[in-house]
C-alpha cells in the first residue's frame, strides 16, 4: 500500500500544476492577441512607408510636405517641344514671345537650345499648351498687344 505522505504529495502537484496551467493559459491568450495585433500594426506600417516613398517620389525635391495643400509641379521644358507648339499653333516667334511675354529672340534662342525660360515664363508657356489656335489669336488681337501679320 502506498504512502499516505506520497499520494498527498501527488495530488497537491497535480492540483498546482491544473491551477498554473489555468494561469499561464490566460497568459498565453494574451501573448497571441499582443502577436496578432504587433503583426497588424507592421503591416500598416509596411503599407504607409510605401505610400511615403511613393509621395516623396512624386514632389519635386523630394522633402516631405506638410498639409493637404499641393505645391506647383515641376515642369519640364523641351525646345523641341516649344517648336512643335508654336507651329501647331501657326505663330510667328514674335507671335510666340508676345503671348508669353518675351521677345522673339528669345524664342527663338530657346527652341535653338541657346537658352531656357525662366520658371515664370515657364508657366505661362505650359498655360498656352492647352490653348487652341483661335485662342492664341484672340489672346494676341486683345486691346494692348500689337500683332504683325504674315501671310
Not at 26 to 43: D, G, N, P, V
Not at 57 to 70: C, E, F
Not at 117 to 131: F, G, K, S
Amino acid at each position: 500500500m502506498p504512502n499516505i505522505g506520497a499520494l498527498l504529495k501527488q495530488e497537491i502537484v497535480r492540483l498546482a500544476r491544473k491551477e498554473s496551467r489555468a494561469e499561464v493559459q490566460a497568459t498565453k491568450k494574451a501573448s497571441a492577441q499582443h502577436r496578432r495585433h504587433i503583426a497588424e500594426l507592421r503591416r500598416q506600417l509596411t503599407t504607409l512607408e510605401r505610400q511615403l516613398a511613393l509621395l516623396q517620389r512624386r514632389t519635386p525635391d523630394g522633402s516631405q510636405t506638410t498639409g493637404t495643400k499641393v505645391g506647383p509641379q515641376k515642369l519640364r521644358f523641351v525646345a523641341k517641344g516649344l517648336k512643335s507648339q508654336r507651329s501647331r499653333l501657326g505663330l510667328s516667334a514674335a507671335d510666340y514671345g508676345k503671348l508669353v511675354g518675351v521677345s522673339a529672340q528669345s524664342v527663338y534662342n530657346w527652341e535653338q537650345g541657346n537658352a531656357s525660360p525662366r520658371p515664370e515664363q515657364l508657366t505661362l508657356i505650359a498655360a498656352a499648351r492647352n490653348l487652341s489656335k483661335r485662342e492664341a489669336q484672340a489672346r494676341l488681337v486683345q486691346p494692348g498687344t500689337r500683332r504683325s501679320r504674315k501671310r
